[in-house]
């Protein structure tokens, strides 16, 4: 019991990690109906960001809204000046699908020039320790846990309370019929692309305090983000909330009752299952067969 308990906060843990990133992954799929496999190279980028600024000193608490906004930006500019100009050409879904994967790439192999192939983790004092029967965890995995609890539910109130939630989610929907209801269409476009682009630098600094990484780190996390996503209806970032408890918790369980190689497994599995008996997820995403232009 112990064990599996022991399992769950490790399970909330990667569980609060992939809500971030699926949520921002996800938006930026509804929103263009891109997907964007060099998102966890930007992962990456935020991780050496944060790594950096603790390195020189700066609290990792403030380095994580910093890199989060850096790459938030970046996300942004990537997608107006590499992404959006092969779609204004008329680009394929699959070639589309090419080019964020050389992107990527890119990115990785950048990474690697300036900070070198070594392994890196940024250091922070973890607290004191909590215990409740063999669910254990430290004061700032609770911390983490808690500011992913938040940005969810912050990001809620965004989508279904605010213009711009649902700007977003008519332009998700459709965006023609948004344009004809006089939505900026591409304004909402950056605005969401910098919302996941925060969600996926904060995730990537909370990856880098809780492992090592290096320049390749972040292929190995790309399914694991995707399944969250697909589970809970590719599209749709609720379900990705709820894809990322399930997926999380359920891998961090099965390697605790089983061996830790084999965590991946679930993700796998997961994705495998889902797009096999309910490829449209928990909640039915909204599948477009091309990519939304400027």
Not at 141 to 163: E, S
Not at 184 to 204: L, T, Y
Request: glycine share 10%.
């Amino acid at each position: 019991m112990s064990t599996l308990l022991s399992g769950v906060g490790f399970g909330l843990l990667t569980a609060a990690l992939l809500a971030l990133a699926a949520v921002g992954f996800t938006v930026q799929f509804g929103i263009t109906n891109l997907f964007n496999l060099a998102y966890a190279q930007f992962m990456l980028v935020a991780a050496y960001v944060g790594y950096t600024l603790t390195n020189a000193g700066v609290d990792v608490w403030v380095a994580l809204p910093i890199a989060a906004l850096a790459v938030g930006a970046l996300s942004v500019a990537v997608n107006r000046f590499v992404y959006m100009p092969f779609v204004s050409r008329g680009r394929a879904l699959f070639s589309m699908v090419l080019v964020t994967v050389s992107v990527g790439l890119a990115v990785e192999y950048l990474i690697e020039v300036f900070a070198g192939a070594g392994a890196q983790q940024i250091l922070m004092n973890p607290g004191s320790t909590w215990s409740a029967g063999g669910l254990v965890l430290t004061t700032s995995q609770i911390i983490i846990v808690v500011i992913a609890a938040i940005a969810m539910a912050l990001f809620h109130l965004l989508l279904r309370h605010t213009r711009l939630g649902k700007a977003m989610r008519a332009t998700s929907s459709d965006v023609s019929l948004a344009r004809a209801c006089g939505i900026p269409a591409a304004r909402v476009r950056d605005v969401a692309w910098f919302i996941s682009g925060v969600m996926c630098g904060a995730a990537g600094v909370v990856l880098g305090i809780n492992v090592s990484f290096d320049p390749t780190t972040g292929s190995s996390y790309l399914v694991p983000i995707a399944a969250a996503a697909v589970l809970g209806g590719i599209g749709r970032p609720h379900g990705a909330m709820l894809g990322a408890l399930v997926v999380g918790v359920g891998s961090e369980v099965f390697a605790a009752i089983t061996t830790p190689s084999y965590k991946d497994v679930i993700a796998f599995g997961v994705l495998l299952v889902v797009m096999l008996v309910r490829p449209q997820g928990i909640l039915p995403g909204s599948l477009r067969t091309d990519v939304v232009e400027p």
